[in-house]
């Protein structure tokens, strides 16, 4: 199996910048790609940036310019940049890790970090 550990959430003024960080451990061969998503009191989960194993990356279009998403490949790292925040990106946010294994993709959550922007 495959875990995922977020840190990095927690209480910020609008404006102002988090970063969050997923380590992956386990059983692992190569993903096909890793992301973070949101999910908001009463929505649902939402994709926010993710990162696909050739590099590409895509952005939910209300963080783009905002949020940057990046890789420590060596280290089974990916993290998320949160720059201007808005109460509107108050969340609990998920890393997400797509793991190729015998031909076949596995998908894995982590348990969430809270961000909550408020003044």
């Known amino acids: 199996q495959v875990q995922l550990v977020e840190s990095g959430g927690g209480l910020v003024q609008p404006g102002g910048s988090l970063r969050l960080s997923c380590t992956a451990s386990?059983?692992?061969?190569?993903?096909?790609?890793m992301g973070w998503y949101r999910q908001a009191p009463g929505k649902q989960r939402e994709s926010v940036a993710t990162l696909t194993s050739g590099g590409r990356t895509n952005y939910e279009e209300s963080v783009k310019g905002r949020f940057t998403i990046s890789s420590d490949n060596a280290n089974n790292v990916v993290a998320l940049q949160m720059n201007s925040l808005k109460p509107e990106d108050t969340a609990v946010y998920y890393c997400n890790a797509a793991v190729n294994r015998g031909g076949l993709t596995y998908s894995y959550w982590g348990q969430g970090t809270q961000v909550t922007v408020s003044s």
């Open positions: 386990g059983r692992i061969t190569s993903f096909s790609g």
